[in-house]
C-alpha cells in the first residue's frame, strides 16, 4: 500500500516508517523537522518538509503522496509542556489534524490511522484499563488527542472514512537503527540512560508520595516496534475503531531506573524531586482488543528487554541523530 506517514521523522513515525518498508509498503514522509530529525527518515521513504501552517501546504502534500492510508504520528506530545503552553497543543495537535483529516476527504483516502495516547483517560476510575472508560483527561495535551479522535469519529460515519486510533501507553525502546532522541528530553528512559552513558550524573524522580506502593508513578512501557506491528495490522481491510497498545504490567519510575541499571551495568543515582504537574500516578493498559481484534501480540512483554533495545541505540549513537 501506499502510505503516508506524517511525523515520520519523529521517534515513533520514524520507526513506524521502517517497518512499513521492510513489510513491502511505500511511505511518503511529511514532517516539519520541529521536533523529527532528518536523518532519522528512513532512506527508503520519499520526504516532504511540512508547513502546516501554510494554506494548502497539507493538501498538496495528500495530492503528492496520494496514499491508500494515511498514519498521522505528527503532535506535540509532552505532559509537562502542555501545562504550561496549552496553545502549543491545540493549535497543532487538533487544528492541523483537522486540515489533514479535510485533505484526506478531499483526496477520497480509504483509511486513517490516528496516534492517540492513554491520556486521554485521565486518571482511571478503574482497571485494568479497557477501551470503554470514561475519557477525562487531566493535561491539554491528552485533551487535544481527544478533541481529534471524536472529530476522527464524526468524520467516520459522516465521510465514510474508515479509522483506528490508537491509544499508546509509554512508548519505549529503540530498532537498530532509529530510536529515542528530543531535543529537550523529558522522557524517563532516555533520561535515565543519559547518567548510564555519563552525559549526566543523576536522574530526577518527579514525585515519591503517589499512591503507589514505592509512591512513584506507574507506567506501561511497551516497545516501538510493537507499536509499528499494531499499525500494520490496522491496515487490514475492515478494522476500525480505537484500541489501546500497551503489555498490561505497570512499573514504577523506582523500577525503571532499576531496569537501567540492570542492562547497562552502571551506578544511577537518583534524586528526589516534587511532582510533575499533570501526571497520572498509574496508567497501565488492557490491550486484549488489540490482541483479539487485530491479533497483535508484542515481542516484547518485559520491561528490562524494552530498556536493553534502548541501552543499545544509546550506546552506538550517544549523541543521538546528527541534525
Ligand atoms: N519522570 C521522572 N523523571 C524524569 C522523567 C519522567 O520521574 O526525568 C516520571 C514522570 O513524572 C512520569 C514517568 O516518569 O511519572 C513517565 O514520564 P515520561 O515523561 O517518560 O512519560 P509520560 O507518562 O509523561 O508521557 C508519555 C508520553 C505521552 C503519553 C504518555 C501516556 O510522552 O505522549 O506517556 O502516559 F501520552
Same mark, same amino acid.
Given at each position: 500500500m501506499r502510505i503516508l506517514v506524517t511525523?515520520?521523522?519523529?521517534?515513533?513515525?520514524?520507526?513506524? %516508517?521502517?517497518? $512499513? @518498508?521492510? !513489510?513491502? /509498503?511505500?511511505?511518503?514522509?511529511y514532517d516539519n523537522l520541529s521536533e523529527g530529525h532528518r536523518s532519522a527518515v528512513d532512506p527508503r521513504a520519499t520526504?516532504? @518538509?511540512?508547513?502546516?501552517?501554510? =494554506?494548502?501546504?497539507? $493538501? =498538496? !502534500?495528500?495530492?503528492s503522496a496520494s496514499p491508500d492510508a494515511i498514519m498521522h504520528f505528527a503532535a506535540n506530545a509532552l505532559v509537562g509542556? %502542555?501545562?504550561?503552553?496549552p496553545g502549543k497543543?491545540? /493549535?497543532?495537535n487538533v487544528a492541523n489534524g483537522l486540515k489533514l483529516l479535510d485533505a484526506a476527504v478531499q483526496c477520497n483516502v480509504k483509511k486513517f490511522v490516528f496516534s492517540s495516547t492513554c491520556a486521554t483517560y485521565g486518571p482511571p476510575e478503574r482497571e485494568p484499563m479497557t477501551e470503554d472508560l470514561p475519557q477525562r483527561p487531566i493535561n491539554p495535551y491528552g485533551e487535544s488527542k481527544l478533541m481529534f479522535e471524536k472529530i476522527l469519529q464524526w468524520y467516520g460515519?459522516? /465521510?465514510? $472514512?474508515?479509522?483506528?486510533?490508537?491509544?499508546?501507553?509509554n512508548a519505549a525502546g529503540a530498532s537498530e537503527k532509529y530510536g529515542e532522541h528530543h531535543r529537550t528530553e523529558t522522557h524517563l528512559i532516555p533520561n535515565v540512560l543519559k547518567v548510564a552513558l555519563g552525559r549526566t550524573d543523576h536522574c530526577e524522580i518527579f514525585g515519591t508520595d503517589y499512591p503507589t506502593p514505592d509512591g512513584t508513578c506507574i507506567r506501561d512501557y511497551i516497545h516501538i516496534e510493537d507499536l509499528a506491528q499494531a499499525h500494520i495490522l490496522g491496515l487490514q481491510p475492515g478494522k476500525s475503531g480505537f484500541y489501546n497498545l500497551g503489555n498490561g504490567d505497570g512499573y514504577s519510575v523506582r523500577q525503571?531506573?532499576?531496569?537501567?541499571?540492570?542492562?547497562?551495568?552502571k551506578k544511577i543515582p537518583s534524586v528526589e524531586k516534587p511532582r510533575r504537574p499533570g501526571d497520572p500516578p498509574r496508567l497501565v493498559?488492557?490491550?486484549?482488543?488489540?490482541?483479539?481484534e487485530l491479533g497483535w501480540k508484542p515481542k516484547y512483554p518485559k520491561l528490562e528487554d524494552i530498556v536493553a533495545t534502548a541501552w543499545a541505540w544509546h550506546r552506538k549513537y550517544p549523541d543521538g541523530y546528527p541534525d
Open positions: 511525523g515520520g521523522a519523529g521517534y515513533i513515525g520514524s520507526i513506524c %516508517s521502517e517497518e $512499513l @518498508l521492510s !513489510a513491502g /509498503h511505500q511511505v511518503t514522509v520526504f516532504i @518538509l511540512g508547513k502546516p501552517e501554510e =494554506d494548502g501546504n497539507i $493538501l =498538496d !502534500a495528500v495530492r509542556e %502542555s501545562m504550561t503552553n497543543y491545540f /493549535h497543532n460515519s459522516i /465521510h465514510g $472514512l474508515d479509522f483506528i486510533a490508537f491509544r499508546y501507553f525503571v531506573i532499576d531496569a537501567c541499571v540492570k542492562v547497562s551495568g493498559a488492557k490491550a486484549d482488543k488489540a490482541n483479539r
